[in-house]
């Protein structure tokens, strides 16, 4: 009788293993189709709660895990997802390689959110012996190791990514980008060409085709990329575009088109930047060439806000800072040249010397000679003297005075004068000493233009 209990007790224990194993192999199992399916239809936090409570039963389930990780994944919680996609790795691999790899994708993904280039850069390694002809993977590895200014590394896998997949624009890109980064135009153009063979609207691509063909003088094809760049939603890339169209245009010498251009880009422009303030100062030298000198001046103290010590601006600003705030003098470097002739006069006529001849240089320089006045009532007429005008704002050399003195000397003159909006450099000053010229600087300019 014991016996029949003993054996009955053991069939009933075999009978429990059996229904456990049936239940475990069966209805759990189908317990994760049903959660499948409503993560399918985006029920993630129904499937969240059921995978969470699954997983206190069955902790060492890799497909629930997985399954966890993806909810978490979907739903923005990235940091609880890391850990369930570790954690379905840790516990076996899966025979379907597609699960893994997207799993490993996620992660990469993941770690890249983070700022953790490195540890996405195994994720995608680990994906490519999954799959060793996956060129994205081998792309995102490459990309990191140019972002990580590893240049030869990166050239490496983008080429291994294009060879599988000749037409990937992304890895040409890259590609162009290393060439133009090492001054290779010829790889770099090869490069950004058969980028917007497959992605035409890649702008960059097309601004960087630009700058190549700007470099080896290919003026017409460069404008042709820059004016197809500018069509970026990308509001920097657009405004860098038209910048250098504006200076292809400045060099081609169509003024009138690049002051349009420079004056578009900043219209662009919400902020000051590096971009910005070599748009600024390329403006401003060409208003300053056109005498608009206010504009120019606005341009330069816009660029001193920002940025102090760019370039020459701050002795720009000294050199026409009469001129910011005295009227009469503004009119004098900024009139026609026609006018500029007149006023050149009447300050000679001021100082009390009747002209004689007067000749526009350029639009910066009057050569006049004329006469000097003498007795009460201005009748005796006296030697000859040989006056410089110069607007340029450019301080005056002793290269200038030496030329007035010997242009006395030709004219047999009693001496010269040299006016200037601007000032003499140190060394004109010493040269001045002791020889028949006078030196009339910006201050004492602006003074006779006040008596007119």
């Not at 760049?229 to 860098?240: F, G, M, P, V, Y």
């Amino acid at each position: 009788m014991e016996d029949i209990i003993i054996l009955g007790a053991f069939a009933v224990i075999i009978l429990v293993i059996v229904i456990l194993f049936l239940f475990r192999s069966f209805v759990q199992p189908l317990k994760l189709d049903i959660i499948k399916k409503n993560i399918d239809e985006g029920n993630y936090a129904a499937a969240i709660r059921d995978l969470e409570e699954y997983i206190k039963k069955d902790e060492k389930n890799s497909l629930a895990h997985l399954y966890l990780a993806d909810c978490y994944y979907k739903t923005g919680k990235k940091d609880l997802a890391l850990v369930e996609y570790r954690q379905a790795l840790a516990l076996g691999k899966f025979s379907n390689q597609s699960i893994e790899k997207q799993a490993r994708y996620r992660m990469a993904d993941i770690y890249i959110s983070m700022g953790q280039i490195e540890e996405a850069q195994k994720e995608f390694l680990l994906i490519t012996k999954i799959d060793p002809n996956d060129y994205v993977a081998l792309f995102n590895i490459g990309k990191i190791f140019y972002e990580r200014n590893m240049r030869d590394n990166a050239l490496g896998y983008l080429m291994k990514a294009v060879k599988i997949n000749l037409s990937f624009p992304d890895a040409w890109f890259y590609i162009g980008k290393i060439h133009l980064d090492s001054n290779k135009y010829s790889e770099a153009m090869n490069a950004f060409i058969n980028c917007v063979k497959s992605d035409p609207k890649n702008y960059e691509a097309h601004y960087n085709l630009g700058i190549i063909y700007k470099a080896m003088n290919n003026t017409v094809k460069a404008l042709q990329e820059f004016e197809i760049a500018e069509r970026s939603s990308d509001n920097d890339l657009k405004i860098k575009s038209i910048y250098q169209i504006g200076l292809i245009s400045a060099d081609s010498g169509n003024y009138d088109k690049a002051l349009n251009e420079f004056q578009r880009a900043l219209k662009y422009s919400n902020e000051e930047n590096n971009t910005t303030v070599a748009i600024r100062y390329a403006l401003a030298s060409l208003l300053e060439n056109r005498k608009q000198i206010i504009e120019a001046i606005e341009q330069w103290e816009r660029i001193a806000q920002f940025r102090p010590n760019y370039m020459d601006v701050q002795e720009k600003l000294a050199r026409y800072s009469d001129l910011r705030m005295d009227d009469k003098l503004k009119d004098f470097v900024t009139c026609s040249t026609s006018t500029f002739e007149i006023l050149s006069q009447k300050v000679l006529s001021e100082l009390e010397y009747d002209v004689i001849d007067s000749k526009i240089i350029d639009d910066s320089t009057i050569h006049i000679v004329a006469l000097e006045r003498s007795g009460k009532w201005g009748t005796v007429r006296q030697g000859k003297v040989f006056v410089v005008v110069t607007r340029s704002g450019e301080p005056v050399e002793d290269d200038i005075l030496a030329f007035i003195v010997d242009k006395v000397k030709s004219l047999h003159g009693i001496k010269g004068i040299c006016i200037t909006t601007s000032k003499f450099t140190p060394k004109a000053i010493r040269y001045s000493e002791n020889r028949p010229v006078v030196l009339i600087d910006r201050t004492e300019l602006t003074k006779i233009l006040r008596r007119i």
